[in-house]
T-cell receptor, first 116, second 110 residues
Framework: NAGVMQNPRHLVRRRGQEARLRCSPM?????VYWYRQLPEEGLKFMVY????????ESGMPKERFSAEFPKEGPSILRIQQVVRGDSAAYFC??????????????FGPGTRLTVL | EDQVTQSPEALRLQEGESSSLNCSYT??????LFWYRQDPGKGPEFLFT???AGEEKEKERLKATLTKKESFLHITAPKPEDSATYLC???????????FGTGTRLKVLA
């Protein structure tokens, strides 16, 4: 049973370009979460999605960031017009149906974004 | 404001030297407290979930306990392969997100 998959593992972008990060949840999981981790800081919640729905995006910057989880295919975290401050590790987690509460979240290996 | 504080920030132990990591939290209506292990360059690996004060969970050399204000991760007779960053997270009532602490970096020396 494959775990949470993220790609690419490493992504380099120049300032002003777009970054697209992909996340495929564990088999049977329908809830996806995105977190950002800066060096020496804890993971910060960004957004929680179910298939075709954004449930909670309270941790996501209002501008340049968007997320989706379509009916088919992986969840996408999109960062437009990247700036150096966007450099971080972005982690995706998934949990099984039944709600995001009382369920453990299982994390992927992360995408390390570097903005030059 | 919901908050999680972990201590110490870093800990060096000799192989076999038992110790405890602390996770203090303030949250409105705790739904669950979670412990993860994170190795460099990897995603967090799930260890334990604790739901109510007095609850304890064990796995190999690790034991997690929970009170109304804090959780401890006890490491008994650690080995070098236990070296990692240990993360604590809480889930507050009415929310789905986890709030993470900054972790304890554990180094076990052979």
């Amino acid at each position: 049973n494959a775990g949470v998959m993220q790609n690419p593992r490493h992504l380099v972008r120049r300032r002003g370009q777009e970054a697209r990060l992909r996340c495929s949840p564990m088999k049977g999981h329908s809830h996806v979460y995105w977190y950002r981790q800066l060096p020496e800081e804890g993971l910060k919640f960004m957004v929680y999605l179910q298939k075709e729905n954004i449930i909670d995006e309270s941790g996501m910057p209002k501008e340049r960031f968007s997320a989706e989880f379509p009916k088919e295919g992986p969840s996408i975290l999109r960062i437009q017009q990247v700036v150096r401050g966007d450099s971080a590790a972005y982690f995706c987690a998934s949990s099984p149906p039944g709600g995001g509460t009382y369920n453990e979240q299982f994390f992927g290996p992360g995408t390390r974004l570097t903005v030059l | 404001e919901d908050q999680v504080t972990q201590s110490p920030e870093a800990l060096r132990l000799q192989e076999g030297e038992s110790s405890s990591l602390n996770c203090s939290y303030t949250v409105s209506g705790l739904r669950g407290l979670f412990w993860y292990r994170q190795d460099p360059g990897k995603g967090p690996e799930f260890l334990f979930t604790l739901y109510s004060a007095g609850e304890e969970k064990e796995k190999e050399r690790l034991k997690a306990t929970l009170t109304k204000k804090e959780s401890f991760l006890h490491i008994t007779a650690p080995k070098p392969e236990d070296s990692a960053t240990y993360l604590c997270a809480v889930q507050a009532g009415g929310t789905y997100k986890y709030i993470f602490g900054t972790g304890t970096r554990l180094k076990v020396l052979a």
